[in-house]
């Protein structure tokens, strides 16, 4: 740790989405012939898209339409846990045909989905294993021992792989897998304050951007000789769909979105009209609208008690049509990214990618 007096001597950069470039490599793959796929957690993902779990965003219908286009949908924690359990079966419940290569399935054969889940909450945990197939601790920072406590806790009730995050540091990410026996993680998922309606860095003064993020967690794995076994998710602040290729050639196997999502038609944020035209009402996990709520209060270090600190916004965003378009115009941006970078698969984008910083 820097002495007092030095911190700013050599700062660290942390630069945005928008601040960043990938450099070109030698082309010598068709963007059609590149294969985007990842494993998580047991799970095949043919898009490395995973929707937020935020109550503004992922019900059952999202996950459906995301599942569908060979993403994955994580159910909001931000409700009882009989309507969680009661989502993830509306979503296992849907008929998909056989001739859809592209959907996620679990052994049954149904869509596969994930699910949102407190580290102190045991018997959440508990209902949804066997229920989701995939559990996600959703925090907003989870270098935090006892939050880390928690999941081991439910690690060993539950017996169950889980995604732990958010990280920004690699401290965070070697202590969270040291404690928690790196069997028992299925995926890390890093940023914090990025999203467009979180404040949690503007009210606290402390947080980590996506691109950030994603470096410091390759660099934890790589000194753990874990890289190639367990993936990194990047969530906050992707927007674009450039903004995804930026992600992974920094390390990431697949991102979480909310924005694009929550202004899909399948999301489950409320629908209004405004001076003639569709919107979807969105807001922040730590926002006043989703802490009147009271389930997921314990998501920004607040343990059953309820702060009275804000970490989140709400706004308008205008309806830009179906999950099936939004991936469309990802999975296209990214292929032609990997393109000009010459990368046939993520691993190749991972190794390839020489990033640069605007001057």
């Given amino acids: 740790?820097?002495?007092?007096?030095?911190?700013?001597?050599?700062?660290?950069?942390?630069?945005?989405?928008?601040?960043?470039?990938?450099?070109?490599?030698?082309?010598?793959?068709?963007?059609?012939?590149?294969?985007?796929?990842?494993?998580?957690?047991?799970?095949?993902?043919?898009?490395?898209?995973?929707?937020?779990?935020?109550?503004?965003?992922?019900?059952?219908?999202?996950?459906?339409?995301?599942?569908?286009?060979?993403?994955?949908?994580?159910?909001?924690?931000?409700?009882?846990?009989?309507?969680?359990?009661?989502?993830?079966?509306?979503?296992?419940?849907?008929?998909?045909?056989?001739?859809?290569?592209?959907?996620?399935?679990?052994?049954q054969g149904r869509l596969a989905v994930g699910a949102g889940l407190s580290?102190?909450?045991?018997?959440?945990?508990?209902?949804?294993?066997?229920?989701?197939?995939?559990?996600?601790?959703?925090?907003?920072?989870?270098?935090?021992?006892?939050?880390?406590?928690?999941?081991?806790?439910?690690?060993?009730?539950?017996?169950?792989?889980?995604?732990?995050?958010?990280?920004?540091?690699a401290d965070g990410v070697r202590y969270a897998i040291e404690e928690l026996g790196e069997e028992n993680v299925s995926a890390v998922k890093v940023g914090m304050g990025g999203g467009s309606i979180c404040t949690t860095t503007d009210v606290s003064g402390v947080g980590s951007p996506s691109t950030f993020a994603i470096e410091q967690a390759a660099l934890a794995l790589k000194q753990m000789n874990l890289l190639q076994r367990i993936p990194i998710i990047g969530d906050g602040g992707i927007s674009k769909p450039r903004d995804v290729a930026i992600a992974i050639g920094l390390g990431a196997s697949a991102v979480m979105l909310g924005k694009?999502?929550?202004?899909?038609?399948?999301?489950?944020?409320?629908?209004v009209w405004r001076s003639g035209e569709k919107y979807k009402v969105y807001w922040g996990m730590g926002s006043a609208q989703a802490r009147k709520k009271r389930m997921a209060l314990d998501r920004y270090q607040d343990y059953q008690k309820g702060k009275q600190i804000d970490e989140g916004v709400k706004m308008y965003l205008r309806v830009s049509g179906s999950v099936e378009n939004a991936v469309g115009a990802i999975e296209g941006s990214l292929r032609v990214g990997m393109g000009y970078v010459g990368a046939g698969n993520l691993q190749e984008m991972h190794q390839k990618s020489m990033v640069v910083a605007r001057a």
Wanted: a positive charge; aromatic letters at 4%.
């Fill in 119 to 169: 580290p102190m909450d045991i018997k959440r945990a508990t209902a949804l294993y066997g229920e989701a197939d995939l559990l996600f601790i959703d925090v907003a920072s989870f270098h935090n021992r006892k939050l880390v406590e928690g999941a081991k806790r439910i690690i060993g009730a539950t017996g169950a792989k889980i995604v732990v995050g958010n990280f920004g540091t």
């Fill in 260 to 271: 694009v999502f929550a202004a899909c038609e399948e999301s489950c944020a409320k629908t």
């Fill in 1 to 107: 740790m820097e002495a007092i007096g030095n911190k700013l001597e050599n700062p660290v950069r942390a630069y945005a989405f928008d601040q960043l470039l990938i450099l070109p490599g030698l082309g010598k793959i068709e963007p059609s012939e590149i294969d985007i796929s990842v494993k998580i957690g047991g799970l095949r993902l043919k898009a490395p898209l995973i929707s937020a779990p935020m109550d503004t965003v992922t019900g059952s219908r999202l996950a459906i339409a995301l599942a569908l286009r060979g993403g994955l949908g994580v159910i909001h924690r931000n409700c009882s846990i009989e309507q969680t359990v009661k989502m993830i079966r509306m979503v296992k419940s849907e008929k998909v045909p056989d001739s859809n290569a592209l959907a996620p399935r679990d052994r």
